[in-house]
Structure formats: C-alpha cells, structure tokens
C-alpha cells in the first residue's frame, strides 16, 4: 500500500507556470505507475498525464506541449510542470499510483489539491 500527499496547487494568472509535487511513502515507489488526475466542477475525473515505472510518458491532448510530468524514485515523488495555463486547467488535480499485482490493478490516491487559473 502506498500514501500519496499532493502540494503546490494555488492560483495563477493566465499564462503562469505552477509546479505540483505529490510525496509517497508506504510501499516500493518504483513499482507503481504514476498519474495526475483532475476534476473542474461538475466534471468527471480526467487523466492529465500518467508516467511508467520505466518513465514512459502520456498526456491528455489538451495539455500537451504545456504540461510535463516527472519522477524521482531517490524521493519517492512525482511532479507534474505546469506552463502556459488556462482558465480551462482549473480544477482539483489528484495524484495516482498504480500497480499490478497477480492480474489485479491496484489503485491509490491523494487528497488532492486545487489549481485555479484566473485573472
């Protein structure tokens, strides 16, 4: 099992940059995949961007070219850059870990924290 404890949300303006970290602790770090997730209000959950234990990345296509995502198994974190944001980038954004064991996906979040792109 694994803990996840996201930071650095807040509000920015148009344009501004935000870096968001998530600290895990509890289990084997480079075992897991790796995701952020958010949630604009009244909106369903969506995948951000997502890195492999192998550090192959994937991103939403609303995001690509602006957003990058990283891992730091030596600190047990995962970071996701955040350029050029848009009004549209506001939401909750959750940190995710997930692993396959014996067949089974394994699925563990944080608590979140909320990202508010505004002038």
């Known amino acids: 099992q694994v803990q996840l404890v996201e930071s650095g949300g807040g509000l920015v303006q148009p344009g501004g940059s935000l870096r968001l970290s998530c600290a895990a602790s509890?289990?084997?770090?480079?075992?897991?995949?790796l995701g952020w997730y958010r949630q604009a209000p009244g909106q369903q959950r969506e995948l951000v961007a997502a890195?492999?234990?192998?550090?192959?990345?994937n991103y939403a296509d609303s995001v690509k070219g602006r957003f990058t995502i990283s891992r730091d198994n030596t600190k047990n974190t995962v970071y996701l850059q955040m350029n050029s944001l848009k009004p549209g980038d506001t939401g909750v954004y959750y940190c995710?870990?997930?692993?396959?064991?014996?067949?089974?996906?394994?699925?563990?979040w944080g608590q979140g924290t909320q990202v508010t792109v505004s002038s």
């Open positions: 890195i492999t234990r192998n550090g192959s990345t």
């Open positions: 995710n870990a997930r692993r396959n064991i014996l067949g089974s996906w394994y699925d563990y």
């Open positions: 509890g289990s084997i770090f480079s075992t897991y995949g």
